[in-house]
């Protein structure tokens, strides 16, 4: 086997695949990644976890066809500290594969291709397009409430499913924040997700990777896998098999308190209380009275911070504390100008909208400050 292959492109793709290669395992093979060149001047890519499979082909020119596996990570730290336009790869004895360029020369250990699992990307399933700029946008600005492990409250999973009539939701929750998005059921159509599914947070990061750059995609459900194909690349996810948490029995039906933030101002305060935040003191207190928001961070360790903003409030004076991060995540998937805070009492946390980005819906759970 040899080739040679643009080292931009090359270097693309390897680091969509690294955080499914790079995954802890007692098993060598699902670190490397399986490089198929064939005699049509392109090559297939492929990596796997046994849970997300990922395989893309781009142009090469191939002067001996073959494959073979390696390190997805090492060939990767050598694409990168390459300064040529183009890499060759040829195999070599002795289990070998040569990267080549210029007066440069590396040679990395491979493993048989006959030891790599077997990879399944449904050819038999029925794919529909799909509207792939708003699948990227609506799990980009949800993926920040899923956990990152499992637990007994929530599941490490981004929930997907149909509500009211015309509409599908993508939802979050790890216990201390909820996230929505809500997106047109015509731009998913015939996906059959009516009683929902949940795309583990590895596979909706892969997604997000995946369509980058893609403007076309198509997916479809098979054998409880989630399958995205772009032009020249697919992947396969395992979806979880799990009861999502009832996340509407925590949303108050009745917020009768609001008031109106600028983003930009908003979120500078909110960084400028952050600095004097750590791992143990997390907290921002917000305490709303008549035509204010004063916002209170600090520990005993470092020292104390105060701000205040302008607001239009008329009403009784409402104390909160929430983990400062958790808001600015909230804040930094709110597309809108003005941002609207609002509340029932401090048992129920805070609900942050944009009046502009009416799909989009996050609760904020108070913590305990004594």
């Known amino acids: 086997?040899?080739?040679?292959?643009?080292?931009?492109?090359?270097?693309?793709?390897?680091?969509?695949?690294?955080?499914?290669?790079?995954?802890?395992?007692?098993?060598?093979?699902?670190?490397?990644?399986?490089?198929?060149?064939?005699?049509?001047?392109?090559?297939?890519?492929?990596?796997?976890?046994?849970?997300?499979?990922?395989?893309?082909e781009i142009g090469a020119q191939v002067e001996s066809p073959g494959i073979t596996t390696v390190s997805a990570r090492k060939l990767l730290e050598i694409v990168r500290e390459l300064p040529y336009e183009h890499i060759i790869l040829e195999d070599l004895p002795a289990s070998r594969l040569l990267v080549h360029a210029g007066r440069a020369r590396f040679e990395l250990q491979t493993i048989p291709a006959e030891d790599f699992p077997h990879l399944n990307f449904h050819a038999e399933a029925e794919f529909s397009r799909c509207d792939a700029s708003l699948?990227?946008?609506?799990?980009?600005?949800?993926?920040?409430?899923?956990?990152?492990e499992e637990d007994h409250f929530s599941v490490a999973g981004?929930?997907?499913?149909?509500?009211?009539?015309?509409?599908?939701?993508?939802?979050?929750?790890?216990?201390?924040?909820?996230?929505?998005?809500?997106?047109?059921?015509?731009?998913?159509?015939?996906?059959?997700?009516?009683?929902?599914?949940?795309?583990?947070?590895?596979?909706?990061?892969?997604?997000?990777?995946?369509?980058?750059?893609?403007?076309?995609?198509?997916?479809?459900?098979?054998?409880?896998?989630?399958?995205?194909?772009?032009?020249?690349?697919?992947?396969?996810?395992?979806?979880?098999?799990?009861?999502?948490?009832?996340?509407?029995?925590?949303?108050?039906?009745?917020?009768?308190?609001?008031?109106?933030?600028?983003?930009?101002?908003?979120?500078?305060?909110?960084?400028?209380?952050?600095?004097?935040?750590?791992?143990?003191?997390?907290?921002?207190?917000?305490?709303?009275?008549?035509?204010?928001?004063?916002?209170?961070?600090g520990n005993p360790e470092i020292g104390n911070a105060d701000d205040v903003l302008d607001v239009e409030y008329q009403g009784e004076e409402f104390t909160i504390a929430f983990n400062v991060r958790y808001v600015m995540d909230t804040m930094q998937s709110i597309e809108s100008e003005i941002i609207r805070f609002e509340w029932l009492d401090a048992f129920h946390g805070g609900v942050f909208v944009g009046s502009e980005d009416p799909d989009y819906f996050s609760l904020v759970m108070p913590m305990i400050v004594s």
């Open 1 to 56: 086997m040899k080739m040679k292959i643009e080292t931009t492109v090359l270097n693309g793709v390897l680091q969509k695949i690294l955080n499914i290669t790079d995954k802890r395992t007692n098993i060598p093979i699902l670190s490397h990644t399986l490089i198929r060149a064939t005699d049509r001047n392109s090559i297939e890519i492929s990596a796997t976890d046994l849970e997300i499979s990922f395989r893309t």
């Open 158 to 297: 981004l929930y997907w499913h149909s509500v009211e009539p015309g509409f599908l939701r993508f939802v979050s929750c790890d216990g201390h924040r909820l996230a929505i998005c809500q997106v047109p059921e015509e731009s998913f159509p015939n996906l059959g997700i009516e009683q929902g599914i949940i795309i583990p947070r590895k596979g909706a990061q892969e997604i997000i990777r995946v369509l980058e750059k893609e403007n076309e995609a198509s997916l479809s459900i098979d054998e409880n896998c989630l399958i995205l194909k772009t032009p020249g690349t697919i992947l396969s996810i395992q979806l979880l098999d799990a009861q999502f948490p009832e996340y509407q029995v925590i949303i108050p039906e009745e917020r009768p308190f609001s008031i109106e933030l600028s983003w930009e101002g908003f979120f500078s305060a909110l960084k400028r209380m952050a600095v004097l935040t750590n791992q143990r003191w997390r907290h921002v207190r917000f305490t709303v009275r008549e035509n204010m928001l004063e916002l209170e961070a």
């Open 135 to 148: 699948l990227r946008k609506s799990l980009s600005k949800t993926l920040y409430g899923v956990p990152a």
